[in-house]
């Protein structure tokens, strides 16, 4: 079942002779459930893409569909609750409230949303994450690895259609990288949820089923990986 759908997608900047365009009338789909990585160049477009997907950016043209719901049909209120409900995101600097515990940045969106807290799967994704002695400790007593363990789970703590990752280990060490993207395959595999990763290192790419690769705006290979 498609739950991402991107159809003739542009974003442009500037007009006539400086106008750049960041993404080049691009289409493709993303099944629920898929773990799919976006890779490309300094400029090719990968960003600009994650922004627009994430309802951050908006599209110059095109349709982006996530859950049978056309984004950008929406209006401006009903567009910042679809981001909260549906869209987990993933950011390479964590974005944590510093006056916030881990459970407390972790539960946030629900906060805001005024949802009930899933105690049980709250315990499951601390547990999961390996935060269980942590939960009480604030992001400044936290190392990178284990910050960016807590906005995995506030990604994932309002089940989202859909995770969108933006290069999520480029702030770590190798370990800690390693040990995120394990994370990061562990909640496709046991949570099922559907992830959208950029990155421009081929090898945390290969953690993916799917890539797709960008260049100059357009998509340029888009190849299963066995």
Known sequence: MKILEVNNL????????????????????????????????????????????GAVDKPTSGKVIIGGVDVFKQKEDALAVFRRRKVGLIYQFYNLIPILNVEENMILPLMLDGKKVDKNYLKELINTLGLEKRINHLPNELSGGQQQRVSIGRALIARPD??????????????????????????????????????????????????ITLEDGKIVKDEEIK
């Open 162 to 211: 859909i995770i969108l990752a933006d290069e999520p280990t480029g702030n770590l060490d190798s370990k800690a990288s390693k040990e995120i993207m394990e994370l990061l395959k562990l909640s496709n595999q046991k949570y099922h949820q559907t992830i959208i990763m950029i990155t421009h290192d081929m090898n945390l790419a290969k953690n993916a089923n799917r890539i």
């Open 10 to 53: 542009c974003k442009n900047y500037g007009k006539g002779t400086t106008l750049v365009k960041a993404i080049d009338n691009i289409s493709f789909s993303v099944n629920e459930g898929d773990f799919v990585a976006i890779v490309g160049s300094s400029g090719s477009g990968k960003s600009t893409l994650l922004h627009i997907l």
